[in-house]
């Protein structure tokens, strides 16, 4: 097992409770973790790479890295192709991050988006967040994200799929249990806050609110964690709508005339 190694990447930044924990965590499991974060917080970043600038590594300790103004799907990628171009990954873990990734959440998230470039790569990844971002425990969290990496490891993952986990914030004792789940809707309701700067300038802040508390379709991921459940969600990376293929070639819309 201690020659397992692991990329660890987050979208938080390097000071993030949540990954400082886990990274503790798989260290004392004997885990060889290898750490790469961006050097501040890019949340809702998602999987986007930085292309029109040059980017640098910057070491904080003995396989502790940061990227100056990178995203996490850049720490992915140097991280693969730089840093462990000696001896590839066994596994990714993206987290834990500091706030949730339920429902629509994927297509924004920073987590999300480097746990999507890992499997791109090859490498069986897993995105751990908190279903809230009010008062995380998250020496509970690490602990039971350390299972699902165990089984990961043992056992690997489908081919390009990755797996989206959300933890409930309660108590260990409270935790019912894990529960494969399917991606919900949005968990949260939309909320642009108008601000007036000293000079009389207008700013605008796209956020969201707290989750909404109205009921969710049952074996969804929101639903899991309101009942107490650890979600697990298997993602692709095919995002095609087949189904949507066969009704549309009902429009013709492939006939060159017409």
Known sequence: MG??????????????????????????????????TPDRNMSGSSHSLTFTRPLKIEKLEENFYFVVDGTPADCVHLGFHVILADRKPDMLVAGINTGPNLGNDIFYSGTVGAAREGTMLGIPSVAFSPASSKNPDFSVMSRLALKIVKQVL??????????????????????????????????????????????????YWIGGEEALDEECEKGTDYT?????????????????DYRGIEILEKFRFTDIEG
């Not at 690997?156 to 004792?173: A, R, S, Y």
């Not at 019912?176 to 300038?201: N, V």
């Not at 899991?224 to 095609?240: C, F, H, M, N, Q």
Request: aromatic content about 8%; cysteine-free.
């Open 3 to 36: 020659n397992k190694r692991i990329l660890l990447v987050n979208d938080d930044g390097y000071h993030s409770k949540g990954l400082l924990s886990i990274r503790e965590r798989l260290l004392d499991e004997g885990y060889e973790v290898v750490t790469v």
């Open 154 to 203: 043992d056992k690997g993952l489908p081919e390009k799929v990755f797996l989206n986990v959300t933890f409930p914030n309660i108590p260990l004792e409270e935790i019912k249990g894990y529960m494969l789940t399917r991606q919900g809707r949005s968990a949260y309701r939309e909320e642009i806050k108008k601000y007036i700067s000293p000079s009389k300038e207008i700013y």
């Open 224 to 240: 899991a964690v309101k009942e107490g459940y650890v979600s697990i969600t298997p993602i692709r990376l095919d995002l095609t």
